[in-house]
């Protein structure tokens, strides 16, 4: 079982499986645990999924949160793809579930996840991360507090440090 780390840098065992998208012509094949599944397919066939704690949803980095407006509260947990480290879409896609949509529940960045991008994803919103594989998750709490201030305003303080520090 792969780990998770949460953003006060406590390492937990992921309970979640991530249920690829299925090819063309294929069924979504749900396993019997929670699973996250891709955020479109949730949607075309949520009232088979109405009331389930047990199912979440993954978007892919090309992928518009917007098509979740209204129910993302309705999900226990989101995972954001990182299909690379170079690619800073899934950071946007965080801030938007967070600040545009209200989403309060746990999200998570799954992917090529590495320890110096923690701190950054964090800022967005992200709670939990899943490190790709070869990485030692025991170092992620430094990582996570690696910065004692951000300069700029984002989900975890709406004040930028200059103002901060005028009041």
Not at 39 to 53: I, N, V
Not at 84 to 95: C, L, M, T, V
Not at 102 to 123: H, P, S, T
Not at 132 to 148: H, I, T
Request: net charge negative; charged share 30%; glycine share 8%.
């Amino acid at each position: 079982m792969r780990d998770i780390i949460s953003k006060d840098g406590t390492i937990t065992a992921d309970a979640w499986v991530v249920v690829p998208r299925p090819a063309d012509g294929d069924s979504l094949n749900i396993p019997d645990q929670p699973a996250l599944i891709p955020a479109d397919l949730w949607l075309a066939g949520k009232e088979h999924f109405e009331g389930r704690d047990d199912i979440g949803v993954w978007f892919d980095s090309h992928d518009e949160p917007e098509i979740l407006e209204g129910l993302v509260n309705e999900l226990k947990l989101i995972a954001v793809n990182f299909p690379k480290f170079s690619d800073g879409r899934g950071y946007s896609i965080a801030r938007l579930l967070r600040e545009r949509f209200g989403y309060q529940n746990e999200l998570r960045a799954i992917g090529d996840v590495l320890l110096d991008q923690l701190q950054f994803m964090k800022r967005c919103g992200f709670d939990s991360y899943a490190l790709r594989e070869d990485k030692d998750a025991n170092k992620a709490a430094r990582s996570l507090s690696f910065f004692s201030q951000g300069y700029q305003a984002a989900t975890d303080t709406d004040i930028p440090l200059f103002r901060r520090r005028a009041s």
